[in-house]
């Protein structure tokens, strides 16, 4: 099954995605789960749109998405309600100062900062994947 980079970006008060390994294709919702939830018919329809030349087999086999955000706005919008700066900061252990900092898109991370970001997010998704209850 081919695996798609989907490249997730803030687009003024909506999330935005493409794909690099589709050409011309866009997709922009107001919410990143309305985004999720449309991206796949809205990719079908694209490759209904395409010359059979442009088309590739992995096209109508199957495939999966990997989502990649551009940056710290587009994750935070991405995630709104479940994961706020605040916790970012707290998850990754960055300033929040620092944090709202690269939310407001008043500074940039560097590629250290997403890392730490990164498994600091992973760390913390294997903690709730141990979480247990009495009696379940």
Not at 6 to 27: M, Q, R, T, W, Y
Not at 45 to 72: K, T, V
Not at 74 to 91: C, E, K, M, V
């Amino acid at each position: 099954m081919k695996v798609l980079d989907v490249i997730v970006c803030k687009a003024g008060k909506s999330v935005s995605a493409n794909l690099p390994e589709v050409d011309g294709f866009v997709i922009s919702r107001p919410s990143f789960d309305k985004l999720k939830k449309d991206l796949r018919s809205g990719l079908e329809f694209h490759f209904e749109g395409l010359y059979e030349e442009e088309r590739q087999p992995w096209m109508s086999e199957g495939y999966a998405f990997n989502f990649i955000f551009e940056d710290i706005p587009a994750l935070i919008d991405s995630f709104n309600g479940t994961l706020n700066q605040s916790l970012l900061a707290r998850i990754a252990g960055i300033n929040e100062s620092l944090m709202r900092q690269y939310v407001a898109g008043i500074k940039k991370p560097g590629k250290k900062v997403k890392e730490r970001i990164k498994n600091g997010l992973k760390e913390f998704a294997v903690e709730l994947n141990n979480i247990r209850f009495t009696g379940v």
